[in-house]
């Protein structure tokens, strides 16, 4: 008798149309099929999002919407991108806590009623001023002093909560900085490493809004998306906690201006104004520990500071010429 192959999950994919969101929607179709993949927003799709496969309106502030999107789609794992970054949830706290507290139950309580998978990311941004900030362990001092800190720190205990007293299978990783050329970041402390190479191709000089020395991890867009459905496909036995850290490089301002110099235009022009994002930043890890991520679903991110930048200029040099 030949044995039956399961058939794919069907994923819905919360805040689609963000930075990571349509990435992630890509790659999952590759993987599981172009209407397997349901992307969903409360922002109006272009036409060429539309193209690759299903969407749907979903706000996660409506539980009975999702709940019909669930049922319809017959949905078997959700990745729930949703969230108001750190400096927009400085800007707008009654927004990033409505949005990231109740948004998160919502889908948790969805993920308990329908025995789903949920991967929900956290950040670095739930580690704050009294973290250790070289090598920050998964577990230690998660004291954040911002909405967006505490929200996340509140989705990462009740997630694990929730596992432990009702079996959900809950899993989530804490990305630094993303770095991508494809969609704009959208409100958080590390846009400025996004900002910073649209600048350098428009005019040649750029105006940060961290100090110089203001280091972070970040990582590159390919190895946050690998190391995301490597997550999300992990087998349940291989995962011996429910939230990851995950580190790539590390740089700050100045370092990153140097390599954009040494890569783009030695005449590349940077200037510091630090603005009330320096205060959120001074607050998170230099350097985070993520051998845990690295032994259990096999995190192994593959580009460096030099690469990301080798990358988003070879990305964006077409768009500005
Ligand atoms: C932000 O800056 O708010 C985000 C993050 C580190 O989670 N990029």
Redesign the pocket.
Known sequence: MVAQQAPPPRVLVTGSLGQLGSTVVNTLRAKFGQDNVIASDIKKPTVQQRSTGPFVYADVLNYRALDQIVVDYGIDWVVHFSAI???AGERNPALGLNVNINGFQNVLELAKAHRLRLLSPS???AFGPTTPKDETPDLTIMRPNTI?GISKVHMELLGEYYCEKYGVDFRSLR????ISADSP?G?????YAVDIFHAALKSNRYTSFLSSDMRLPMAYIDDCITGTVQLLEAPQESLTQRVYNVHACAFSPRELAQEICRQHSPDFAIDYSPDFREDIAST?PRTMADTAARRDWGWNPVFGTSDIVREMLSKLTPVYK
């Open positions: 970054l750190s400096a950040t670095m941004g967006y990305y630094p900085g993303i970041p409100g958080g402390t590390t846009d998170w």
